[in-house]
């Protein structure tokens, strides 16, 4: 007997359409900028000058923002964190390739086309995430029950293989219990329609930003260990992109310095000592974000962030909610302490603590810059 299949269908606000973010990121950030300096020069228009740019410009938003959704569609990423990054490295790479290739290109269109893609996406991003949380289709069976305590995920828990969730962000199921023939094919369908299907321990941890280690086998350190030649490409990317965003955001930072030194007394650079990649301790810059000499206690309590922290000073905590109090870590990208992508140094204080509380914690610094 055919049963017909009952679809529960999410409507989406139009913010989510990838058509709408992306072609209203170009015309913020590239297109628009374009046409006002064609309405007040109109021969403007014939430059090589601004051709070569905005052809430029166009290549790096769309590496950018391709790279970006595919960072941010796995539940639990902060994906907002992403983006200056993600588009520090597409416009590096493009506007280095035209600048070793000597084409003439605008410097400051360029400059304001990197930082306007940001603020758009950076934009959408808190938005998009105030409108709809995460959308995720639960197959029953195994140890899929302690998700109902994960917030942060609008989630979908169906008993029928005839129920098809529209708009769904992904499939979560516990790839190893015996599901079944009907369940089996129903995840088949999902993958087959283009849908991520995820194991549950991975979608547990990324939401919560914990490994459930269960054992080291004989080879886990080795597998734990990059490969040699990935890392000395990714150190080089992130060496040049660092490069290119001191530059170009060195106005902007000198800004951001001058307001933290205006609001409170004390240097706009905070020092900590943190253990990093391999265990080396090194020192790493961020901009202040609360007042000097503040607080008391041991220094694993003064080294622990606490929710509404009294310390943090006004210009302090729309920094740290925007993650730019850690742009001057570019100085430790460029000195090879730190990457864009990987686990953050933690303070050593913190870092020996949960050495001494957490199994295998130690083995996280294997891959400080992975």
């Not at 990649?277 to 080294?303: N, P």
């Amino acid at each position: 007997m055919n049963v017909a299949a009952s679809t529960i269908v999410g409507s989406r606000h139009f913010l989510f359409r990838i058509r709408f973010q992306l072609l209203g990121g170009l015309t913020f950030a590239i297109f628009a900028p374009a046409i006002i300096r064609i309405v007040f020069n109109p021969e403007f228009i014939y430059s090589a000058n601004l051709q070569v740019t905005v052809a430029a410009a166009v290549i790096a938003h769309l590496v950018g923002f391709l790279s970006y959704r595919r960072i941010g569609n796995f539940p639990g990423v902060a994906a907002a964190s992403y983006i200056l990054p993600t588009f520090a490295l597409s416009y590096g790479a493009v506007f280095l390739t035209i600048f070793f290739f000597r084409f003439e290109y605008s410097r400051f269109q360029a400059a304001a086309s990197f930082t306007q893609s940001t603020l758009w996406y950076f934009g959408l991003s808190l938005l998009t995430r105030r409108l709809d949380p995460y959308r995720l289709v639960v197959i029953p069976g195994g140890d899929v029950e302690r998700l109902k305590t994960l917030p942060g995920v609008h989630w979908f828990w169906i008993k029928s293989t005839s129920t098809i969730i529209e708009r769904a962000s992904g499939v979560v199921v516990d790839l190893r219990a015996d599901l079944g023939a009907e369940w089996e094919r129903y995840i088949a369908d999902r993958a087959l329609s283009g849908t991520p299907v995820y194991h549950v321990k991975q979608v547990s941890e990324s939401l919560t930003g914990r490994v459930e280690i269960e054992h080291l086998s004989e080879n886990t350190l080795g597998s734990l260990n990059p490969n040699q030649a990935y890392l000395k490409i990714k150190q080089a990317v992130d060496w040049v992109s660092a490069l290119v965003l001191i530059f170009v955001l060195s106005p902007v930072l000198a800004l951001i310095a001058l307001l933290i030194r205006l609001d409170s007394d004390g240097p706009a650079l905070f020092r900590q000592q943190r253990m990093g990649y391999r265990g080396k301790i090194c020192t790493v810059y961020k901009f202040r974000s609360m007042r000097q000499h503040s607080g008391a206690g041991s220094d694993k309590e003064r080294a622990i962030t606490r929710r509404d922290d009294d310390r943090i000073t006004r210009v302090g905590r729309f920094l740290r909610k925007s993650r730019i109090d850690e742009l001057p870590q570019v100085i430790n990208i460029l000195r090879g302490e730190m990457s864009w992508i990987g686990p953050r140094p933690e303070a050593v204080v913190l870092s020996q603590w949960y050495e001494a509380e957490l199994p295998f914690y130690r083995y996280r610094h294997i891959l400080g810059q992975a």
